[in-house]
Structure formats: structure tokens, C-alpha cells
């Protein structure tokens, strides 16, 4: 049906992001970097256990899940004739 899944475009994005090309990576899916933002904060987690670093982990996730759905419900209204 040619529909894209909300994580269509993320490996692009991590390619152009370590070309450098910050926009380009926006571009391609917005919530790349807040999702490799949320995998560091959470092994560091991990490592050095923060006072409140898991409700701040489920705050990440839940930011890059809104970031992720919002960007695919623009790319749905945006591509519907």
C-alpha cells in the first residue's frame, strides 16, 4: 500500500548523522536522536545507578515515542492524496 512504519527511515538517519549531516538525519526520522540519547542515559544507568534515572528513562522513552508517532502521522497527512 506503500505506507511507511513509524521506524522507516532510521537507518538513513544513523548514516547521515555519522556523516555529520544533523538536518539531513532530522529529515530522514526525528526521533533517531532522542532515541540514541535515551540508549546512553540508560547505560549509564545501568552502570552508575542515578537516583531517579528510571522514571527519567520511561520520560526519554516516552518523548521519542511522541516524537516517532507525531513525525508518522505528518508523513500519513502528508502523503494522503
Avoid at 1 to 16: S, T, V
Amino acid at each position: 500500500m506503500g505506507i511507511d512504519c513509524p521506524g522507516c527511515g532510521m537507518q538513513r538517519a544513523l548514516i547521515a548523522l555519522l556523516k555529520g549531516d544533523f538536518v539531513q538525519s532530522l529529515t530522514f526520522n526525528a526521533s533517531l536522536i532522542p532515541f540514541l540519547i535515551t540508549i546512553g542515559f540508560t547505560i549509564c544507568h545501568l552502570s552508575f545507578s542515578y537516583k531517579n534515572g528510571a522514571r527519567l528513562i520511561v520520560v526519554f522513552f516516552s518523548c521519542t515515542v511522541a516524537i516517532m508517532m507525531s513525525q508518522f502521522i505528518v508523513k500519513l497527512i502528508a502523503s494522503t492524496p
